[in-house]
């Protein structure tokens, strides 16, 4: 009996012997899916390339304070915490001056490590957005890799697949290429194991490398996505950036010498697209009357207008753009610090709705400088005296002013009695109003709104032609090597122009004469300027045009406004003072290479001057 | 005198046993002499009943009477053969005697004969590994209640670090030669009774012996786990004959071994006032009117004076610590059975009237061990064991350490804790709060630490309930009618364990609030809740707040054959196991492990000694390809003291042993599945218009996987001698080792962004170690005059050979070429002398005064940031020493060991500032000792200490934390052996012990220098290495009974 019993375990325990590889061949419940899982279906494949479009991870988008992911909490400029605007790290507005000030007053004055509370925010900041780029390529790069192992899709969806992780690794490059110039171009996933210290393409090889990707991208993508894929990249979103890429190549940043190929590349690129765009029935520009529309609340017209952007569709009230447009104690009791500050500089740029460039000594301007101007200057900037539909609700128009004849309180600029504006409340006399909801009359308790961020759209598109086309060809030239495609530089401006109304350059006055490539290369930057003011692109113009330390950039301008009447007023343009100066210098042209990845070797080296 | 004729009952009942026990052995027969004598034991000179004598060549023989004396007919040339168990068998000749006073002495060697190894034991002079062995009562000498702190100073090799005395989790971290991995704990693998389990909680009147093995051929059995050595512990089995009951109680009287840091509220606050002048905080400064008060203690409640540590800490509180066991058996049946209770008291006073918010940990152990012969081949044994413990602490939830070390910081000036009965009735008004109105003399701030009470009463009580049940069964076969000396063996064991975790923010308290109304002032009464701010008091315990659990159990099994033979003088063995273990943790997901091991050893007349161990490990954490790990080991030794040449000239050299073994081992510091790729759903997104808007669900992928990864490895070598002279009085054992370690997992450094994603640990750091360790001891007797002395010195260094630094790190911040463990600081180069130095040499630092600390700019960069290099020593000791000794004579003996440590440093930052706080507003302490001849001053350029207000640690910080500690001592007294028989017992015993009674640190400022600041929770929010649970001092009286 107790013999049986031992050869009865041994047997139990041979026969366990045999069944050695299943008890070692285990796998972790937390293990959701597997590499094959992934790769070999067509869903899941989509879903992998998808989690790009997240919002607030790997776009730079700007959700304008919202708290939906600790980790990008507020809005971001380069990945870090930012309330507001980017745009008001550059000459076009100035940060608002609450508790919120701080994390960008270190970018004006130049200072990407420094830091306000203890050094090192910043910089772990720049580093998570030079990450970011870098796992999107990552992502990019796999999903390219393993596209040809879907079992489970039609060729149109495996193109697509591939079409849009070739659009959205360019698209990374190229915030890599704007932030931090050229890079390592990686055609697929590293090895974990791989070196790392791969030597830096030049800007120029590496823009080279990312039209190369977006032309790739073309191949694959729709012309049109659906309504339904809206947000999806399409070949008119490849061809666009392509042009951008190559237009950045060839601005005076990248190309100091002025090299004609590069700008005659950058404007074969655009002409192309806009040969596309004109031709395939759907894109074009939206009328005047819903341009705000481009921003807030799209309507069908926008949709077409705006060829690859971000959409943050149907959120709740407090993403409204009163925490970035106006800011005033009409609107939100008085206890917000959103607002920001439009500068005198950017209100200048907007010319006389004839055409003419405005004089800030005039007596024009000094007692009536809000009529008769661009009519984007209305649908851009809120100014003293302007009509607002929460203030109309009030019976009376915007009061801006810092003094007045019978000690009346302005409404919305609130000053201390030393004449010095109120945190919260503007500096220079202008808010934004680009942004807004023009239809709030008061803040609704509930309701919601759509933002929508454009990355680029099509007046984009034309201006960038214009620019290269210009230094191309000249003002007036014919384009050369774009067949079917005769636009000359001062007509693409033109199309803008049109659409908002504006005088076009081919009139008799002497200020819509296009003049040489220079000069109408001024006027080509300011219209840019103008049609895109807070759409968070300034701040990369003024690093490709090279005129980050042009004391017409460096110089904060507002206006001091006297009410000397019922209805008079007197404007002064005053020059702001120093801490909302912007400050910087030669080496802010690219941001620092987060310290650790220069540390690998010798090859993979750090920008100038950090 | 009942006692005597119980006593008389008792020893007639054994005689008889005896008697019968001995009919089966003896054989009586006429011979020409009647030899007649008596056989007494050599110690006490009492009489023995029951000792075996036999004629040397016969079968004849006999057994001594309950009074020790035997009667035997021999021939007067013959020899006999004395022998009783325990003690050493000796032969007699007779020469003719009528009568023979035989004198026996304890075989105290028994033990160290055999010494347990890896799943099996050899017999002590064919062992080839370096092992350590420890008796069990060894461990009882200790006066402690852990086996991992009693083991402190009795191993060569071993490194223990006791780091807190919070009752119920006061074990000792143990490191087997130093640390050799940068990862995982270092800690080696523990096993009781052959099966995986933990050290702590283990009642040390339960173990018989522990094994520490410390080389590759002793541990490579043990394959992925052995790398950082390992502790075999054998509990008591039973033994054949009359059932022994031993008793055993111990009180112990115990007080912490830190004591209050910090000088009165008058001082404090008087430097207080020059820190504010210093810093230019003028409206902060306190009037000489106040400080006057703080000085006359004229207002207590308003002005208080209180130094906390001394008010909360009591003067000694108590340990108990009970056991009952029972063993005995048949030649058939034997049994272990133990039961023992352990109550663990708190240093902390309670102030508290409605309940028990103090640190206490209650424990019952039990254990049952039988082993049965199932046929004359078969054996059965059963071994159960485990515990059910309680422990509970006040404060917040998981950070019990953190009231102490508050209660050291707390600032002399804030609060008076205790308010008189009348006061309270005098002042009952339950107004709301105002914090905002608080001054100096405000009581009961709520800034952490302060508040002591606040944490300490207001918080409620954390109870944790936590148990283990291990029940192992083994059968072996002998097999020997398939081939003599082969014999197999079968175990499962199962292993559980759980943690309860009830109790939270439970009891609302009192506080009160000092408002001054003109001249007079008034209190006003506060009950705080977390969340009303006013609230009755409830029931202290509300066991549904934050209640947790974290079950763990393990199912082991395994299947053994072992094979030993003797031909002639050649000496063989072999092992073979296979064995499998899952263990899963709560509801994680269970680990798997198998494991293939081989042994074979072969010895020549117990003079040349070989041996090969093959471990093969299996996890399911590695690829296929990479998922057995092979650890083999070769070893070898020589008897030199055997061989002829030394016998006949050096006969005073007993033992001279050379032992030499090289193995590989392996570490399993691995989690996840490192070759597994990991995706998993991620984000939503939307697409469409804000007109079609479509919601979808992506996928992310987790860190990169390693398909390579496979088992971190260990190559050891190990020469060792063991020297015994002058019959072995005088031993010596040295053994010298090294270490490699390669492929230790850990992840990369030197990634760039641009891979993109995180990932798994790679098989990249490489180490070295190397080290020796000495112990010698001598004992000897001058007549009844027992004495002994040992000592060991022990000394490991490592170095990080390469640890994934990028290429282009500067030397001083990469890890290679530095130990493991290395502290890392800025340096302190003198103070700023004048404006000047401030201005041109800040350092982008804020606040910096005339007369502050500075800090070196060692990489030039205009900042404070990367300046930090290698200074001081690692965080673990590299040497370690102890001296022991014990002398004994008739029933008394004392025994005492001091233990050391050195080449250690412990980070302090700021806490080694003269003048610090916790909260940058006002909570001051000033250390004791400090005073404003130390300080900075114009006419004190070259200070101890920077300015107040300008201390700005680094490495100041950095303290030498070597120590020298009286370990235990122990005197004891063996009630004779007449006196015990009288009382109806076997033995009695009664010692007075003490534990860590003086520690010499010098240069060591707060407390005790083994004491290290707990890692919980909280750490690092209130300054991670100052919160800590003293190291108690104990003295314990002991009483031991056997029946």
Not at chain 1, 10 to 37: H, I, K, M, R, W
Not at chain 1, 570 to 588: A, F, G, M, S
């Amino acid at each position: 009996m107790k013999n049986k019993i031992v050869y009865i375990l041994l047997a139990a325990c041979v026969f366990s012997f045999n069944s050695c590889v299943d008890y070692l061949n285990q796998t972790p419940d937390s293990v959701a899916f597997t590499d094959e899982q992934i790769f070999t279906d067509y869903t899941k494949s989509q879903a992998f390339i998808d989690q790009i479009l997240a919002p607030y991870c790997y776009f730079d988008d700007n959700d304008l304070g919202n708290n939906m992911d600790s980790k990008y909490v507020g809005a971001t400029f380069n990945g870090k915490r930012m309330y507001g605007l980017r745009e008001s790290i550059t000459d076009n507005c100035i940060p608002n001056q609450g508790s919120n000030w701080h994390p960008k007053q270190p970018y004006r004055w130049g200072n990407f490590f420094g830091n306000y509370y203890d050094g090192t925010y910043f910089q772990e900041g720049a580093e998570q957005r030079f990450n970011d780029c870098w796992k999107a390529i990552r992502i990019c790069n796999m999903a390219i890799k393993n596209a040809s192992r879907i079992t489970n899709g039609t060729t149109e969806q495996i193109n697509g697949i591939v079409g849009q992780a070739y659009f959205l690794k360019a698209h990374f490059y190229f915030v890599l290429l704007e932030g931090w110039g050229g890079m390592p171009f990686l055609e697929e996933p590293l090895a974990a194991d791989a070196n790392m210290d791969l030597p830096r393409l030049s800007y120029t090889q590496t823009a080279q490398k990312i039209a190369e990707t977006l032309d790739k991208a073309a191949q694959y993508l729709p012309l049109v996505v659906e309504d339904k894929n809206w947000g999806r990249p399409s070949k008119m979103a490849a061809l666009a950036y392509k042009a951008k890429t190559l237009l950045w190549a060839a601005s005076p940043f990248a190309n100091p010498t002025g090299d004609n190929t590069l700008w005659t590349s950058a404007a074969v690129a655009a002409g192309e697209a806009i040969n596309v765009a004109e031709n395939s029935g759907y894109y074009a520009l939206a009328p005047f009357t819903e341009f705000n529309n481009l921003f807030v609340n799209p309507k069908t017209s926008t949709y077409k207008e705006v060829l690859f952007g971000r959409l943050q569709a149907n959120q709740p009230i407090y993403w409204t753009p009163i925490w970035i447009g106006i800011q005033s104690d009409m609107f939100n009791g008085g206890s917000f610090n959103g607002a920001e500050s439009v500068t005198e500089n950017l209100a200048q740029s907007f010319q006389w709705a004839d055409g003419s460039t405005v004089d800030p000594n005039s007596n024009k301007y000094r007692t009536d400088p809000y009529t008769g101007r661009d009519p984007r200057f209305y649908k851009t900037i809120m100014y003293n005296g302007a009509t607002n539909p929460m203030v109309a609700n009030l019976s009376r128009t915007v009061e801006i002013w810092n003094e007045s004849y019978n000690n009346a309180v302005a409404k919305e600029l609130k000053v201390t009695a030393q004449k010095v504006a109120v945190n919260g409340f503007t500096y220079t006399g202008y808010y934004n109003a680009k942004l807004c909801d023009a239809s709030f009359a008061t803040p609704p308790p509930s309701r919601t709104i759509s933002i929508l961020w454009n990355q680029i759209r099509l007046a984009d598109l034309y201006l960038f032609y214009a620019e290269a086309a210009n230094r191309a060809w000249g003002p007036t030239a014919a384009p050369q090597g774009i067949s079917g495609f005769t636009m000359t530089s001062a007509q693409a401006v033109n199309k803008v122009r049109a659409r908002a109304g504006m005088a076009l350059y081919d009139g008799s006055a002497a200020w819509l004469q296009t003049g040489d490539a220079t000069q109408f290369e001024e006027k080509i930057r300011n219209e840019y300027r103008v049609e895109t003011a807070f759409e968070e692109k300034r701040y990369y113009d003024l690093r490709r045009w090279k005129i980050m330390l042009d004391p017409s950039v460096l110089i904060q301008k507002g206006v001091y406004i006297k009410k000397t009447g019922a209805s008079s007023f007197e404007y002064t343009v005053v020059t702001l003072p120093d801490n909302l100066q912007l400050k910087w210098q030669d080496r802010h042209y690219l941001f620092p290479i987060p310290y650790k990845n220069t540390q690998l070797g010798p090859n993979f080296t750090q920008n100038p001057g950090w | 005198m009942y006692k005597k004729k119980v006593n008389k009952k008792l020893n007639s009942l054994r005689a008889t046993l005896l008697l019968l026990f001995s009919v089966f052995l003896v054989t009586v027969s006429a011979q020409n002499l009647t030899l007649n004598g008596i056989v007494v034991d050599e110690k006490s000179g009492e009489s023995l009943p029951g000792v075996s004598i036999l004629v040397k060549g016969t079968k004849i023989g006999t057994v001594t009477d309950i009074n020790g004396k035997f009667s035997i007919k021999v021939s007067s040339a013959s020899t006999l053969n004395v022998s009783y168990v325990g003690y050493k068998s000796q032969q007699v000749a007779l020469q003719g005697k009528a009568f023979l006073k035989i004198v026996l002495s304890e075989d105290s060697k028994g033990l160290d004969e055999v010494v347990v190894v890896g799943y099996a034991t050899q017999k002590k002079e064919s062992v080839v590994g370096s092992i350590s062995q420890v008796k069990g009562s060894d461990l009882m000498k200790a006066g402690v209640t852990s086996v991992s702190n009693a083991l402190a100073g009795r191993v060569p090799g071993l490194v223990t670090v006791q780091a807190t005395g919070l009752p119920g989790s006061n074990d000792s971290k143990i490191y087997i030669r130093g640390m050799s991995s940068p990862t995982g704990s270092g800690t080696p693998l523990v096993l009781v009774d052959g099966v995986e389990s933990s050290m702590n909680d283990i009642n040390p009147s339960e173990v018989e012996n522990i094994s520490v093995l410390k080389d590759a051929s002793a541990t490579a059995v043990f394959g992925v786990k052995g790398a950082n050595g390992v502790i075999l512990i054998t509990t008591k089995r039973g033994q054949e004959g009359k059932m022994e009951i031993s008793v055993s109680y111990d009180q112990t009287m115990k007080q912490a071994s830190t004591s209050s840091i910090q000088q009165n509220a008058y001082n404090t606050l008087v430097a207080r006032n020059e820190l504010y002048r210093n810093k230019n905080y003028y409206n902060l400064i306190l009037s000489d009117q106040v400080l006057n008060h703080y000085r006359d203690h004229d207002m207590p409640y308003v002005y208080p004076d209180i130094d906390t540590w001394n008010y909360n800490v009591k003067d000694f509180t108590m340990d108990t610590q009970a056991s009952i066991s029972a063993r005995g058996g048949t030649a058939n049946a034997k049994y272990f059975l133990t039961l023992s209770y352990l109550h663990e008291g708190d240093i902390v006073k309670d102030n508290q009237t409605l309940y028990d918010p103090s640190y206490k940990y209650d424990r019952v152990n039990y254990r049952m061990n039988f082993d049965f012969n199932l046929s004359k081949t078969t054996k059965l044994s059963f071994s159960s064991g485990g515990y059910v413990g309680t422990d509970s602490h006040g404060g917040d939830y998981g950070v019990p350490a953190k009231v102490l070390s508050n209660m050291l910081v707390s600032p002399p000036y804030t609060t008076p804790y205790y308010y008189p009965e009348s006061f309270v009735a005098d002042h009952p008004s339950t107004i709301y709060p105002n914090i905002s109105g608080r001054t100096a003399g405000t009581l009961i701030p709520y800034t952490i630490p302060a508040s002591i009470d606040y944490i300490h009463n207001q918080t409620g009580t954390v109870r944790s309930m936590r148990d283990r049940l291990t029940t192992d069964i083994n059968l072996t076969q002998d097999l020997s009618f398939i081939t003599k000396g082969l014999n197999a063996k079968l175990s499962v064991s199962y292993n559980n364990e759980s943690t309860w975790r009830g109790g939270g923010y439970a009891y609302y308290g009192e506080y009160f609030i000092y408002k001054e109304i003109g001249n007079s002032y008034e209190w006003e009464r506060h009950i705080y809740d977390k969340t009303n701010s006013l609230s009755p008091i409830q029931n202290p315990y509300q066991s549904t707040i934050s209640q947790y659990g974290s079950p763990f159990k393990s199912l082991y099994y395994s299947a053994q054959m072992n094979y030993a033979r003797s031909f002639g003088k050649h000496n063989v063995s072999a092992l073979g196991v296979f064995s499998r273990r899952n263990s899963q943790s709560g509801s994680s997901f269970p680990h798997f492990e198998e494991n293939w091991v081989a042994r074979a050893t072969y010895d020549y007349d117990s003079r040349y000694l070989l041996e090969a161990n093959l471990g093969i490990a299996g996890s399911e954490q590695f690829a296929p390809a990479n998922r057995f790990g092979y650890f083999p080991a070769i070893a070898c030794g020589w008897n030199i003291a055997k061989e002829k040449f030394i016998k006949e000239n050096l006969p005073t050299l007993n033992n001279l042993k050379l032992r030499y073994s090289y193995g590989e081992g392996g570490y399993d510091g691995t989690n996840g599945f490192l070759y597994i790729s990991e995706y998993a759903n991620w984000k939503s997104i939307q697409t469409g218009t804000s007109q079609t808007q479509t919601n979808l669900t992506t996928v992310t992928e987790g860190a990169a996987p390693n398909l390579n990864a496979r088992w971190e490895r260990s190559i050891k070598n190990s020469l060792g001698v063991d020297i015994g002279l002058i019959d072995n009085k005088l031993t010596c054992t040295i053994d010298l080792f090294d270490e490699k370690r390669d492929g230790i997992l850990t992840t990369r450094r030197d990634v760039s962004a641009m891979f993109g994603q995180s990932m798994k640990a790679q098989n990249i750091g490489v180490t070295k170690k190397h080290g020796y360790e000495i112990e010698l001891g001598y004992n000897d007797h001058v007549d009844k005059f027992f004495y002994w002395v040992k000592g060991n010195y022990n000394f490991n260094e490592n170095r990080i050979i390469t640890y994934g630094d990028p290429a282009f790190m500067n030397d001083y911040q990469k890890s290679q070429g530095k130990p493991i463990g290395q502290i890392y600081s800025s340096q302190n180069i003198g103070y700023y002398q004048n404006m000047d130095e401030v201005l041109n040499y800040s350092l982008g630092q804020n606040n910096l005064i005339i007369g502050g600390d500075k800090v070196l700019d060692f990489n030039g960069d205009a900042t404070t940031s990367n300046d930090a290099v290698a200074i001081g020593f690692t965080t673990r000791p590299n040497t370690t020493y102890s001296f022991s000794a014990g002398l004994s004579y008739e029933s008394l003996d004392f025994n005492f060991l001091f233990q050391g440590v050195t080449g250690v440093s412990k980070s302090f930052g700021n806490y080694t500032n003269p003048m610090w706080s916790y909260d940058p507003v006002d909570s001051y302490i000033l250390l004791k000792g400090a005073s404003q001849t130390d300080v900075w001053s114009p006419q004190n350029t070259n200070a101890k200490y920077a300015t107040w207000g300008g201390y700005n640690s680094t490495s100041k910080g950095i303290v030498d934390a070597s120590y020298l500690k009286l370990k235990s001592i122990e005197l004891g007294y063996t009630l004779q052996r007449k006196t015990v028989k009288s009382l109806g017992l076997t033995s009695a015993r009664i010692a007075l012990q003490g534990s860590n009674l003086l520690t010499i640190a010098p240069g060591y400022i707060l407390g005790d220098p083994e004491n290290e600041g707990s890692t919980d929770f909280y750490g690092g929010d209130y300054g991670g290495s100052f919160q800590f649970y003293p190291l108690p001092r104990r003295i314990t009286l002991s009483l031991k009974l056997t029946l």
